[in-house]
């Protein structure tokens, strides 16, 4: 997957100046509906991190939800092979479909809590790419790996004590905290959360 760095690489006439648009939950990776672009619209929706549209019916850029408030927030796009199709992650904010259901396809958004932890790890990569001031995060990866390594030994130890201590609700806090700054290490070294589980799958017998 390529991801979309320069507009002027797309090629919008093999549809008379449209190209598609696969619409993507970024944390459950469900399809959500399938909509066109000009050139216009792209340019707004980089602009705005809003999906915008070119509706074809009305003639004009439609920002989706500008009407319901339903918007798709922007997590990435992508651009394909052949340069005429992007793949845009979002974060929607309620139900994708004029008649209420979560997507255009008469579909449950829903998916497995597992792939959060794919999600969270775009987030923390975006956190390192962007370096936001005021982010923890930010503060983890400015202070380098032996602040990172750091904390992940105090919330092995935290998670440690919960268990030991059968305070169920605070190991679940503990271990969150553990394998939150265990994906920010992850990241920091270079690696994914899936590389971790390639590994495991490679010891399952």
């Not at 918007?71 to 139900?95: E, H, Q, R, W, Y």
């Not at 790419?129 to 982010?135: D, F, K, Q």
């Not at 440690?160 to 990241?187: P, Q």
């Amino acid at each position: 997957m390529r991801q979309l760095t320069d507009i002027s690489t797309i090629d919008f006439n093999k549809m008379d100046g449209l190209i598609p648009a696969i619409i993507q939950d970024a944390e459950t990776q469900n399809v959500l509906m399938l909509g066109f672009m000009n050139e216009d619209a792209l340019a707004k929706t980089q602009e705005i991190g809003k999906v915008t549209f070119f509706s074809r019916t009305k003639n004009r850029l439609w920002t989706k939800g500008e009407e319901s408030g339903n918007f798709l927030n922007v997590v990435s796009m992508a651009i394909d092979c052949d340069n005429d199709t992007l793949l845009i992650k979002v974060n929607p904010v309620g139900p994708v479909c004029h008649k209420g259901d979560d997507t255009c396809f008469e579909e449950k958004n829903s998916g497995n809590d597992i792939q959060f932890l794919s999600y969270l790890q775009d987030f923390i990569d975006k956190r390192k790419a962007e370096m936001p001031e005021g982010s923890y995060t930010t503060s983890l990866f400015q202070k380098g790996t032996r602040k990172i390594t750091q904390k992940v030994g105090e919330e092995a130890v935290e998670t440690i004590i919960g268990a030991m201590a059968n305070d169920d609700e605070n190991f679940k806090y503990e271990a969150g905290d553990l394998l939150y700054h265990l994906i920010v290490l992850l990241t920091h070294k270079g690696y994914r959360i899936e590389d971790i589980v390639r590994e495991l799958k490679k010891r399952h017998k």
